[in-house]
């Protein structure tokens, strides 16, 4: 158990909706980032929230979008969906500023697009 | 850009046995971290080992190990005594110390381990 739970784990969208992913991370955790894992791929680097901003983006268009919230959980908004975006989508959490730098990863959301 | 490379897309391994799995990987930087992560089939992404790029003494956890070449940029994963619960995809990653904490992942190895 990492601590970092997200939901929901699984799901089926219609091309062109939009979905919220959520996450919350490990206890005492205040950064938070996003990947998304295509089948049979490594995972790509989305975006990054340290206490609230963002600070740091993949490549990845702006339909990608997230929040952090003051107790450090984040969400993950996919607008109008296309086919490739069927993925698993991770979320992991860690704590730089502790000397802390493991990075811990909950089990995922698989998102799948029709 | 850094970049991580594994060059060994599937392996396999007698139980009991030993394997090693190569990651080489590409980086200016001299302050980083490096991971192997196991992921089996429910795709939850697992912590197995870290390395920090200051320390000279190659990491241990149990049956894993590593062999961190800095000069060489090499960070190989030793498991000794392999177990079925060890058949999963393995993948290298390396994480730069500074304030964006991307993680960037190689393409992963997929051990299968044979009873």
């Known amino acids: 158990e990492t601590g970092v739970t997200q939901s929901p784990t699984h799901l089926i969208k219609t091309r062109g909706q939009q979905v919220t992913l959520r996450c919350s991370s490990q206890?005492?955790?205040?950064?938070v980032s996003w990947y998304q894992q295509a089948l049979g791929q490594g995972p790509q680097f989305i975006f990054q929230?340290?206490?609230?901003?963002?600070?740091g983006r993949g490549n990845f268009p702006p339909r990608f979008s997230g929040l952090q919230f003051p107790n450090y959980s984040s969400e993950l908004n996919v607008n109008a969906l296309e086919l490739d975006d069927s993925a698993l989508y991770l979320c992991?959490?860690?704590?730089?500023?502790?000397?802390?730098?493991?990075?811990?990863f909950g089990e995922g959301s698989w998102l799948t697009v029709v | 850009a850094q970049t991580v490379t594994q060059s060994q897309p599937e392996m396999s391994v007698q139980e009991a046995e030993t394997v090693t799995l190569s990651c080489t990987y590409d980086?200016?930087?001299?302050?980083?971290?490096l991971f192997w992560y196991k992921q089996p089939p429910s795709r939850q992404m697992i912590l197995v080992i870290r390395?920090?790029?200051?320390k000279q003494q190659n990491a241990t956890e149990n049956r894993f190990s590593v062999n961190f070449q800095k000069a060489a940029k090499s960070f190989s994963l030793k498991i000794s005594d392999s177990q079925l619960g060890d058949a999963a995809m393995y993948f290298c990653?390396?994480?730069?110390?500074?304030?964006?904490?991307?993680?960037?992942w190689g393409l992963g190895t997929s051990l299968g381990v044979n009873p």
């Open positions: 992991a959490s860690s704590s730089p500023g502790t000397g802390e730098n493991t990075i811990y």
């Open positions: 206890s005492g955790h205040n950064t």
């Open positions: 929230y340290y206490r609230e901003e963002e600070n």
């Open positions: 980086t200016s930087e001299s302050d980083y971290y």
């Open positions: 390395q920090e790029a200051y």
């Open positions: 990653a390396y994480l730069y110390a500074g304030n964006n904490r991307k993680l960037i």
